[in-house]
């Protein structure tokens, strides 16, 4: 059996939760459907798997549970992966989730600095790569394609007494502004004193300045707590709520 002393056992183990979890930071900041808690569940599921097999004999062990973690990985990744129309949402997460897995196993491997490196590099793509992915997501709608649409979801969070009128109201000011909605939901939040509406549409030429008129007008109306929009493949800015008093 191989020597591993419970001093390394608790740094192996605790660099791939932290791993895990500074990834997951940025996911939870995001408010992305797997967030801090996950992705470091998912990093020290990963290391305790292989730290098992490092105590084992067998010289190749760990190598074959890495390769069942990262297989189990993938079908966890593919539980994320859902389905909205035309389009597909949670690949960025699942990937995510396979990335913390992939930290917690060079951790528990004992490569601590590869460990850090592989989670900066993660939160390196996440939030440098993030303005180039929507300068490239919005090249297409702004014009050079005339053929090109882009999908889009506002989000409305709203009183529930008021739900109907501004049910109403969104879908008035999205026809106005010449968006074509796709879908809409509601689901009730706050123990069923507010209602969340989120209208999908599908737009073409200046995505920003539609939109941005859509949020203008609903801002207006009364009972509405806060709202945004976003852009179906894209993480900007704009998911972040706007609170009105």
Do not use: K
Request: glycine share 10%.
């Amino acid at each position: 059996m191989h020597t591993l002393t419970t001093f390394d056992f608790l740094i192996r183990l605790a660099t791939g939760v932290a791993c895990g979890a500074l990834i997951g930071v940025e996911r939870q900041w995001r408010a992305r459907m797997a967030g801090l808690r996950t992705n470091a569940l998912v990093a020290t599921g990963a290391t305790l798997f292989v730290l098992y097999s490092v105590t084992v004999g067998d010289a190749g062990s760990p190598t074959r549970v890495a390769s069942y973690v990262v297989s189990g990985i993938g079908f966890l990744g593919g539980g994320v992966i859902l389905r909205d129309g035309a389009g597909v949402r949670g690949l960025n997460t699942a990937a995510t989730l396979w990335c913390s897995a992939a930290a917690g196993v060079l951790a528990a491997s004992g490569r601590l600095e590869l460990a850090v490196l592989g989670t900066l590099s993660v939160l390196a793509v996440h939030l440098v790569l993030r303005p180039a992915g929507r300068l490239l997501d919005r090249a297409p709608a702004s014009g050079s394609d005339p053929d090109s649409t882009a999908r889009a979801t506002v989000h409305v969070v709203c009183e529930r007494q008021v739900e109907t009128h501004v049910r109403a109201q969104l879908l008035q000011a999205l026809t106005a502004g010449a968006l074509a909605p796709t879908g809409l939901r509601a689901r009730r939040e706050d123990e069923g004193q507010a209602t969340s509406l989120r209208a999908t549409v599908a737009i073409g030429g200046q995505v920003a300045p539609a939109l941005e008129q859509v949020i203008a007008r609903l801002s207006l109306e009364p009972g509405v707590r806060d709202l945004h929009w976003h852009l179906e493949d894209e993480e900007t800015e704009h998911d972040r709520p706007r609170v009105l008093a």
